[in-house]
C-alpha cells in the first residue's frame, strides 16, 4: 500500500494574485527595427553628450601651483616639535597668463593624505557636531579627551587634522602698488551641511556654553574663535571645518578654501598680471611624505574641469553605436539568409 506524504498546510503561500503568480502579466515583443532604434539613439545621445562635456570642461581655467618646496623652510621650522609654536610665512609670486573670467575658486589640493581610513572616518562625534550633546566624546577615540582629561571639541581625529595653512592672494597693480585679492570664507558648503548636519548649540553666547573644555592638540585657538570677524561663521558651523569633515575617497583630493569677491578691479574676474600666494605655514605634511598646493579655477554649468563624466559618455556612447552596427550587420546577414532559403 503506497503511503501519500504529509504536507504542512499552514506552510503554504497564501492563495493571492501576487504570491500564486496570477496578476496580468504583458511581454515585450520587439522588432528588430525598433531595437535598433533604442540602440542608434541611446548610442547618438551619449555620444553627443559627452562631447559637450568634454568641450565644456576644457573651457574651464586652472591653475595649480605647489608649494611644498617652496616652503621648504617654513617646513623644516614647523614640523620641529621644539618649533612648533613659531609662525612661519612664504610668498609665492606667479604670473597668471589669462584672465580667469567670472566666478573663480581658490582649492587648497593634499598629495598623500589618507581621509578613508577607516579608523579616521569613525573619530568623530556627531551629536556633537550636531549641537545636541557637545560633551559627547566617547566615538572620538584617541583625540577624546586632552592629558589632564578636559573634554576636546570638537573631538576627533577629523577635526584634529584639520587643514590650517591660511592663504591670501595678493595683485600687482603696478610696481608700487600691491592689492589684497578680496575673498570670501562663506558660501563654500552644500545647504544640508551648513543648515541639517552640523549646528551650534541655540545659545548667543558660545563661549559660556563651551566652557570647561579645551581645543583640539593642533588647533591655535577654539572653536567658538575659528572666525573673529563673522559670529555667523563660529563654532560647529564654520565652513572650513565643514569642508573638511566631509572626508574624501582618495589620498589626493582638493577641498573649496575660498571664492572671488567680484568687486573694483576683480568685478569680471581675475585680470592677467602679476600675483603671489602668501602663505602662513601650519599643516604639516613632510612627515607622511605628502604635499600641498593651491588651485585657481573658473567652473561651468557642470562643475569644474574634470573629464571623467565626459569620457564615460563618450565612451558609453561609442560603445553602444558599435554594438548598434554589429546587431545591424547581424540581422541583415540573417534576413538575407532567410530570403535565400526561401
Known sequence: MKVMPQYNLSRLPENTALKQQKLPAHQ???SASAVLSIFFATGGFCLCMGIVLL??????????????????????????????????????????LDKMEGNVYMYYKLYGFHQ??????????????LGKDIWDVKDCSPFQVSQDGTPIIPCGAIANSIFNDTITLSYNLNSSINIKVPMLKTGLT????????????????L?????GSTKPLHWTRPVYELDTDDPGNNGFVNEDLIVWM??????????LYRRLNRVNYFVEGLPAGNYSFNISYNFP???????????????????????????TYTVTGALTLLASFAILAIHLMLKRTKRNFL
Open 55 to 96: 568641450l565644456s570642461a576644457k573651457s574651464t581655467k586652472e591653475l595649480e601651483i605647489n608649494y611644498t618646496s617652496i616652503c621648504a623652510n617654513c617646513a623644516q621650522l614647523r614640523e620641529n616639535s621644539s618649533n612648533f609654536d613659531k609662525e612661519c610665512t612664504c610668498s609665492v609670486p606667479f604670473y597668471l
Open 116 to 129: 578613508n581610513l577607516y579608523r579616521y572616518i569613525l573619530s568623530r562625534s556627531n551629536s556633537q557636531l
Open 246 to 255: 566631509r572626508t574624501a575617497a582618495f589620498p589626493t583630493f582638493k577641498k
Open 28 to 30: 515585450l515583443n520587439l
Open 207 to 211: 563661549a559660556s556654553v563651551f566652557a
Open 285 to 311: 605634511v613632510t612627515a607622511f611624505q605628502g604635499e600641498k598646493s593651491v588651485v585657481l579655477s573658473t567652473l561651468t554649468w557642470i562643475g569644474g574641469g574634470g573629464l571623467f563624466l565626459g569620457l
Open 190 to 205: 552644500w545647504w544640508t551641511d551648513k543648515y541639517v548636519k552640523f549646528r551650534n548649540p541655540r545659545t548667543s553666547d
